[in-house]
């Protein structure tokens, strides 16, 4: 137990703006807290109809009981597509990096061959699987910058800046997949 001294507030002579921290605990006030310990207040009859009861609760919170919502959707869906892409771009420095050291055939003219020869159904999804998610960071990115200057923080805000997130994602991830 501390106690703080208190700096009275007199405008006639201004005090220093600082608190002096006193220990003010006793030796007896010691020996009580080390004397506390825990006790155990169920029985083990108790104590196993309380386990048997957890096991049945659902992890909290549960995702049956909430409706989805914009908010909380889109912010799952960032971070997803954040650790998607973030795999990815690594996934593909490392391989780099690796075969350089290894010895083994990996640049670009064999990626665009390999890519070439692929049929134009898997070239599309491919493409899809990464320009949609793409796009969709990086408006969600600049989503969260206007949010940290401040602007766009009420509720009516956020879906706007929401539902926008989302138009630009169409446009500019169907603008890249066909590009």
Not at 23 to 45: E, F, W, Y
Not at 88 to 97: D, E, H, I, R, W
Not at 121 to 150: C, E, M, Q, Y
Request: aromatic share 10%; glycine share 10%; with cysteine.
């Amino acid at each position: 137990m501390l106690s703080i001294t208190r700096l009275s507030l007199n405008l006639a002579r201004p005090t220093v703006g600082r608190q002096i921290l006193r220990p003010s605990v006793s030796k007896l006030a010691i020996s009580q807290l080390r004397s506390i310990h825990t006790v155990k207040s169920t029985n083990d009859g108790e104590e196993a109809i309380l386990v048997a009861q957890r096991k049945n609760r659902p992890v909290s919170p549960h995702l049956d009981i909430y409706k989805p919502q914009l908010t909380w959707v889109l912010s799952g869906a960032h971070r997803i597509t954040g650790v998607g892409l973030a795999v990815g771009f690594y996934g593909l420095t490392c391989t780099y990096a690796l075969s350089s050291l290894l010895g083994v055939p990996f640049d670009g003219a064999t990626l665009v061959s390999v890519a070439a020869g692929l049929p134009i159904a898997v070239k599309v999804i491919g493409k899809a699987i990464a320009s949609f998610p793409f796009a969709f960071h990086a408006a969600n990115g600049v989503r969260h910058l206007i949010w940290d200057t401040g602007y766009e923080l009420y509720m009516k805000g956020v879906y706007r800046t929401g539902y926008a997130v989302l138009g630009f994602t169409a446009i500019f991830g169907a603008y890249l997949l066909f590009l």
